[in-house]
């Protein structure tokens, strides 16, 4: 059976999050224009920077991390068109400030809700639509709770 393009972007983020060194968890991203993935991000140390491992204070939480779609957003090449955000792991306050403010993603879609969810509720406020897609393949309208059909999401 075919999957459609989010199933595959979302299996494409699970595969890049195996990169992942961080303890906490494994986190992949990819950004795609137009149908195309022009970015791909997972969280760890900056590059160059010794893995994880025993380098981390699980007490504290991760200061040494950089998250996987600010790691895909600083890769990115110069935008030319709309952009989506696929990530494993629904961003977290922080880093939805900097996608609502900083950069032009017009629709986000994750796999699993991070702990705290204020920063979706603030970049579905800043006109970034957010989606969920569980594993098969459903996707959920985050902001309104509602299923969407797949082939809608994408403009031709």
């Known amino acids: ?9 979302m299996q494409i983020a699970e595969i890049i999050a195996r990169r992942s060194t961080c303890n906490r968890g494994n986190v992949g ?7 195309n993935i022009v970015s791909m991000g997972y969280n760890g140390p900056a ?5 994880c ?5 699980m007490t504290q939480g991760c200061t040494r991390s950089t998250h996987a779609e600010m790691n895909a957003i600083s890769k990115a090449p110069p935008q030319r068109g ?14 939805c400030k900097t996608l609502a403010f900083d950069h032009d993603i017009d629709q986000i879609f994750f796999k699993e809700e991070y702990r705290d969810i204020s920063g979706l509720e603030l970049v579905s406020e800043e006109c970034i639509e957010v989606y969920q897609i569980i594993p098969n393949g459903i996707i959920f309208d985050w902001k309104n709770n509602v299923v969407v059909d797949s082939h809608t999401l994408y403009r031709t």
Request: aromatic share 4%.
């Open 53 to 57: 491992g025993d380098q981390c204070d």
């Open 82 to 95: 709309s952009r989506d955000l696929y990530i494993t792991l629904s961003p977290c306050l922080s880093c």
């Open 29 to 35: 991203a990819i950004i795609i224009e137009n149908k």
């Open 47 to 51: 590059a160059g920077e010794a893995h």
């Open 1 to 9: 059976m075919r999957i459609s393009r989010p199933q595959m972007y």
